[in-house]
């Protein structure tokens, strides 16, 4: 979780964090990655869901600072 991500980028001392960018992960890539496809055969899950899963599937950048 993003909220979890940050938190423990903060615990290791880093201050002024903030994401500067987010992405989500295209349907695309899950669907025609060959592992992920056999996963979603065998669950056999509805495209509509896929789609569900993959919009909550993000990369973000983040900024912090460390002070030292």
Avoid: H, W
């Avoid at 500067?20 to 996963?39: G, H, L, Q, W």
């Amino acid at each position: 979780m993003k909220n979890e991500y940050l938190g423990a980028i903060k615990a290791a001392g880093f201050q002024k964090v903030r994401v500067v960018d987010e992405t989500s992960f295209p349907v695309k890539y899950m669907v025609n990655d060959p592992t992920a496809k056999r996963i979603l055969d065998d669950l056999k899950m509805p495209v509509r869901e896929v789609e569900e899963i993959a919009d909550s599937v993000v990369s973000a950048k983040v900024y912090a600072v460390k002070p030292g």
